[in-house]
């Protein structure tokens, strides 16, 4: 087993859910609000406080990365015991002004929000990525704002090929 690029899975875990796709996810986790969320990166299910829910958009695109990432450097899913990431949500609601991130929203006539309500997420992640012979882990945490609102439910970011 390549041990390096295991603890690089537990690692990437953590940090591709907070990273730029995790917006797709936005809209998801204002209704589930805060408390603790659960995905199972090698299936995609997801728990919110222990109870099972949809699949989050941020799920799929970690179950699909690692599923990719295992094939790409010939590791086979089934010699892993689970894959799974935790992450501390706490989430309210500040002014713009309050803000302490720095970055840039627009609504849907490209024109920067700079006023009214954010959403303040704050997340702690750890990831578990474990085998027979041994457990893998990582821990981030990261603070999102965003507009209420934002981004409009039917907008889907994606990266173009």
């Given at each position: 087993?390549?041990?390096?690029?295991?603890?690089?899975?537990?690692?990437?875990?953590?940090?591709?859910?907070?990273?730029?796709?995790?917006?797709?996810?936005?809209?998801?986790?204002?209704?589930?609000?805060?408390?603790?969320?659960?995905?199972?990166?090698?299936?995609?299910?997801?728990?919110?406080?222990?109870?099972?829910?949809?699949?989050?958009?941020i799920a799929?695109?970690?179950?699909?990365?690692?599923?990719?990432?295992?094939?790409?450097?010939?590791?086979?899913?089934?010699?892993?015991?689970?894959?799974?990431?935790?992450?501390?949500?706490?989430?309210?609601?500040?002014?713009?002004?309050?803000?302490?991130?720095?970055?840039?929203?627009?609504?849907?006539?490209?024109?920067?929000?700079?006023?009214?309500?954010?959403?303040?997420?704050?997340?702690?992640?750890?990831?578990?990525?474990?085998?027979?012979?041994?457990?893998?882990?990582?821990?981030?945490?990261?603070?999102?704002?965003?507009?209420?609102g934002w981004?409009?439910?039917?907008?889907?970011?994606?990266?173009?090929?």
């Amino acid at each position: 087993m390549r041990r390096k690029r295991l603890q690089h899975s537990a690692d990437m875990l953590c940090h591709k859910f907070c990273g730029w796709e995790l917006m797709n996810s936005y809209n998801q986790l204002v209704k589930l609000g805060s408390g603790t969320l659960e995905i199972d990166a090698l299936s995609g299910h997801c728990r919110f406080q222990s109870e099972p829910i949809d699949q989050l958009t941020i799920a799929g695109a970690l179950h699909a990365w690692l599923l990719e990432d295992l094939t790409n450097h010939r590791i086979d899913c089934e010699s892993l015991k689970y894959a799974k990431l935790t992450a501390e949500l706490g989430l309210s609601t500040i002014e713009a002004k309050e803000r302490v991130t720095h970055d840039h929203h627009m609504d849907q006539a490209g024109r920067p929000i700079a006023r009214g309500e954010f959403h303040r997420l704050t997340i702690r992640c750890r990831s578990e990525v474990a085998t027979d012979e041994r457990v893998y882990r990582s821990e981030y945490s990261d603070t999102e704002e965003f507009p209420h609102g934002w981004p409009a439910p039917d907008i889907n970011f994606e990266l173009q090929h």
